[in-house]
Structure formats: C-alpha cells, structure tokens
C-alpha cells in the first residue's frame, strides 16, 4: 500500500503553496479569490489567506487551483 499511498498523493497533490519569484508570486490549491485590485490581492486558503500588497498587480496566470500574481510586489503576508 505504501507505492500506491505515494503515487495517489503524488498524483493528488493538495497541499496549499505559495511560491515567491522575482516580481512574482504563485499560489496553489487555494480556496477563493477574497479581493483583488491593482494595489492588493487577498487569497484565501483553509487555513487563512495571503495578503499580496504591491502597485500594478495583474493576473497572469488563473486556473481552478492555481494563480500567478505578476507586478511590483512590495510584500506577501500570511494571516
């Protein structure tokens, strides 16, 4: 059951991850979209949500669990 059990998480991967780039930051497995404007974008998770704080925002990637925040990111906060 052990190689089976790896695989299916493998494969079924739904850890919440939030990964910071250079002027980038990539959220995965998130529950919702709290708000999101040019200045701010608040992403909620099971646990809380992350604060995305910076100027010219955008969203560069969106898709049903994954989301790529691109702008001058000044800070990511987790609460």
């Known amino acids: 059951m052990g190689i089976i059990s790896g ?9 919440f ?6 002027n980038k930051v990539n959220v ?3 529950k919702e979209i709290g708000h999101f404007d040019s200045d701010k974008v608040i992403i909620n998770y099971s646990n809380g949500s992350v604060v995305i704080k910076g100027n010219n925002l955008v ?3 969106l898709m049903n669990s ?3 925040i691109c702008g001058n990111i000044k800070s990511v906060e987790l609460r």
């Open 7 to 15: 695989i299916r998480d493998y494969i079924l991967d739904d850890d």
């Open 17 to 22: 991850e939030v990964h910071i780039f250079n």
């Open 28 to 30: 995965v497995n998130y």
């Open 59 to 61: 969203v560069s990637k």
């Open 66 to 68: 994954e989301i790529l």
